[in-house]
């Protein structure tokens, strides 16, 4: 699948902000079975100060700096994307989830997706004996890895319910978990914190939803923002997995990678330190296109 990628995120300020200093993540990088045709991307007001890095995890980390009052601060992205499916691999099949917890945690390899570095509490996750009580009941021994994974996100999205209002994005995992609702941001912390509570690796992923569906098909939760799901390591062989909790789905063709970490302050779209006084409004809007013409133009800005 190609993909056009329309983004434009926008903060309103009460006041005045006469400096502002900015880290975003809102640029999608080549990865496995995903290649960048093209991409733009802006900010408005002018920066004085554009830096752009790979962080440890290898995800493009824009810092920029604005010392012009400014009222309101927007971020456009504008990408195509081409998102090839991963082999497909049948769910019974690989490493038991007892043989998948000794490989990770005899690894060592320490580069940025190694296992040995998504087996651990992390700033926004932290282990906890309900969340992992429940994630157990997935696993009985032998199990598959794989198996074992997808049926708990399928127990999560048929236990859970999808509510805006539930939480905010600084509500913890254990909150969550008993409210029994959330978004994609709770429901991926809460997959890895139960996870990670048997000593199974599982990191934490960012991106887009194609905002189209398929003929007949429902349009998948979260797509009219950056949405949020889980990748799962299931030994050497089969390698990292993309589940996503809130729309119960094995990661194919439907999702762009934007970023992943540990947790969602590792690849938080947009952060930094503003000073100014008064409230702030946010509004995000996100288009992911399918498109069925190779043809067309490149996004431009």
């Excluded at 503003?274 to 133009?297: C, H, N, R, Y």
């Amino acid at each position: 699948m190609k993909y056009d990628i329309h983004q434009s995120t926008a903060y309103s300020y009460a006041s005045a902000v006469p400096v502002a200093r900015h880290v975003v993540r809102m640029v999608p990088v080549e990865r496995s079975n995903q290649r960048v045709v093209a991409s733009h991307f802006a900010v408005e007001p002018e920066p004085v100060e554009w830096t752009e890095t790979r962080d440890f995890f290898g995800n493009k980390v824009v810092h920029i700096r604005i010392e012009t009052p400014h009222r309101s601060f927007t971020v456009k992205t504008r990408a195509r994307v081409e998102v090839e499916a991963p082999p497909a691999v049948a769910p019974d099949s690989g490493p038991s989830w007892e043989e998948t917890r000794e490989a990770a945690n005899g690894s060592t390899d320490l580069s940025g997706l190694s296992p040995a570095h998504f087996l651990f509490p992390s700033p926004a996750v932290a282990l906890s004996a309900p969340i992992t009580a429940w994630a157990a009941e997935s696993f009985p021994p032998g199990r598959p890895m794989l198996a074992g994974a997808v049926d708990l996100m399928n127990r999560l999205f048929a236990d859970f319910t999808y509510d805006p209002r539930a939480t905010d994005v600084s509500t913890p995992a254990l909150a969550a978990f008993e409210l029994r609702a959330g978004v994609c941001q709770d429901f991926a912390h809460i997959m890895i914190a139960g996870l990670r509570g048997l000593g199974l690796p599982a990191a934490y992923v960012s991106g887009f939803l194609r905002t189209e569906p398929p003929p007949g098909k429902e349009r998948l939760q979260g797509a009219d923002a950056t949405h949020a799901w889980v990748s799962v390591w299931c030994g050497a062989e089969i390698g990292w997995q993309g589940l996503d909790p809130t729309n119960a789905l094995i990661v194919a063709t439907d999702h762009v990678v934007l970023a992943v970490g540990r947790d969602y302050t590792d690849v938080a779209p947009i952060g930094g330190v503003i000073f100014g006084s008064g409230k702030q409004k946010l509004k995000v809007e996100v288009d992911v296109i399918p498109m069925l013409d190779d043809t067309a133009a490149a996004p431009k800005g």
